[in-house]
């Protein structure tokens, strides 16, 4: 089932669109918060977007440049603004296709059928960017870079430490034994002092402190680890 994310500060609106896309089977979320759509986006994690362009805070513009450092979804600008400029603004800052308000709804889900097929269907690859992304709970991993990204905030890891994180976020919420942990780091877990783990997850546990999230991985005594974001996270 795919999932379409709309941006929109009119609620009417919204709720319009949403109620006819769940119609045709999509799983629908709204947006709540308009000053953090770009973390909103890495938390939803959408198909497609479809985004206006005048919302409070930051113009739609803004949202979908941000939207394009960390994801290849389609983006169709939804918008009353219906010149010429406007439409060029909305390809060049990132987007897929645009409607102009008001408009018919068979139109959009025709729009959105087509930006998903051109994404998702059969003969769709994956840029090799968005294979070296993962996003869980609000954090962005990016394995080209050894980066870990919470709400702009970036550190840098080891190969070791990107690999424990990675393996963690995998099972997000769940307790990750420390044999699988080993094995994820390591191919040949008979020879490898089992303090080396212990070492890298306090080194990792740092790392995660310096984007300001405390107590995220627990030990689990006994068993392991897990990453419980949504417990520790801090604002």
């Given at each position: 089932m795919y999932r379409?994310?709309?941006?929109?500060?009119?609620?009417?609106?919204?709720?319009?669109?949403?109620?006819?896309?769940?119609?045709?089977?999509?799983?629908?979320?709204?947006?709540?918060?308009?000053?953090e759509v770009k973390t909103q986006f890495v938390q939803v994690q959408p198909?497609?977007?479809?985004?206006?362009?005048?919302?409070?805070?930051?113009?739609?513009?803004?949202w979908c440049r941000q939207i394009r450092t960390v994801s290849t979804a389609p983006v169709i600008f939804v918008t009353a603004r219906e010149g010429e400029m406007d439409q060029v603004m909305a390809i060049e800052n990132g987007g897929d296709d645009y409607i102009v308000k008001p408009?018919?709804?068979?139109?959009?889900?025709?729009?959105?059928?087509?930006?998903?097929?051109?994404?998702?269907?059969?003969?769709?690859?994956?840029?090799?960017?968005?294979?070296?992304?993962?996003?869980?709970?609000?954090?962005?991993?990016?394995r080209s870079r050894l980066t870990v990204e919470w709400k702009g905030a970036k550190v840098s890891l080891s190969k070791?430490?990107?690999?424990?994180?990675?393996?963690?976020?995998?099972?997000?919420?769940?307790?990750?034994?420390?044999?699988?942990?080993?094995?994820?780091?390591?191919?040949?877990?008979?020879?490898?002092?089992?303090?080396?783990?212990?070492?890298?997850?306090?080194?990792?546990?740092r790392r995660l402190e310096e984007l300001g999230l405390t107590q995220v991985v627990q030990t689990v005594r006994g068993q392991g680890y897990r990453l419980a974001l949504q417990e520790g996270a801090s604002e």
């Open positions: 379409i994310w709309i941006v929109e500060d009119d609620a009417k609106i919204s709720g319009i669109m949403a109620e006819h896309l769940r119609k045709y089977g999509y799983e629908v979320a709204v947006a709540e918060h308009f000053h198909h497609l977007v479809l985004l206006d362009i005048n919302l409070p805070s930051y113009d739609g513009f803004y408009f018919h709804l068979d139109v959009l889900t025709a729009k959105v059928k087509s930006a998903l097929r051109r994404a998702y269907g059969e003969y769709a690859q994956a840029s090799d960017a968005e294979l070296e992304l993962r996003a869980v709970g609000g954090l962005l991993l990016d070791n430490e990107f690999l424990l994180l990675e393996c963690l976020t995998r099972k997000q919420g769940q307790v990750v034994s420390r044999e699988e942990l080993l094995e994820a780091l390591w191919d040949d877990v008979d020879f490898v002092d089992d303090n080396t783990l212990t070492v890298n997850v306090t080194r990792v546990r």
